[in-house]
Every structure is written in C-alpha cells, then in structure tokens.
C-alpha cells in the first residue's frame, strides 16, 4: 500500500479585505471549516488568521483535489457565519480565489508555529 500524505498551508480573505471577523466571528468559522474539513476526511493541523483573512494548514487526502477542499470549506464557512450572524447575512463574503502552497511532512511543526 502506498504511503501519501499531501500538506497545504491555505489562505483566503475577506471580500475588500473588510476586517469583520471578530474573535466570536471567528470561533465560530474556524468550528465551521475543521467540521466540513473533517467530514471530507481532510485532517486540520492548524488554523488561524486576522480580521480579514484565514490561515489553514491540512492534510488532504489523495482522492480530494485540493481546489475542491478550499471551495467546500470557504462555501460552508460563509454560509455558516451568514446564517449565524444576521447582521452579516448579506455582507460577509470571502474574496475570490486564494493561496495555496505545498510543504513537506518535516515541516509540519514550523508551519503549526
């Protein structure tokens, strides 16, 4: 059996970079992206951000295109937050696109830091 293990550092922002995520904001995003990671069977090692972006570092399995991980979980997140909080039903948005880089398993702890 093959030994795989594929690792991203993804990153997105805000739509404008409109610095809206507020630490109850972001308990919540962050519960609502490791839910959907997990249930792609995509393990979260770390996740952060600011205001007007998100930090995630995730192990994405091999059947998983990685553009098809960032688009479930940047989808379900904004519809999570929009549902949640209603003064940001209409408003809160991720920008299009996003980053995404690859590092090696060695790197796991500098990445996690």
Request: proline content about 4%; some cysteine.
């Amino acid at each position: 059996m093959p030994y795989i293990k594929c690792f991203y550092h993804a990153i997105w922002a805000t739509k404008y970079r409109q610095a809206i995520i507020t630490p109850q904001i972001e308990k919540v995003l962050f519960s609502a992206i490791q839910q959907k990671s997990l249930e792609m069977r995509c393990p979260i090692l770390a996740i952060n951000g600011t205001e007007d972006h998100v930090h995630v570092a995730v192990c994405i399995i091999p059947s998983v295109a990685a553009a098809e991980w960032v688009r479930h979980v940047k989808g379900l997140s904004a519809h999570v937050i929009s549902t949640t909080f209603e003064q940001l039903a209409t408003s809160f948005k991720w920008q299009e696109g996003y980053g995404l880089v690859t590092f090696g398993e060695r790197h796991v702890p500098f990445v996690k830091n």
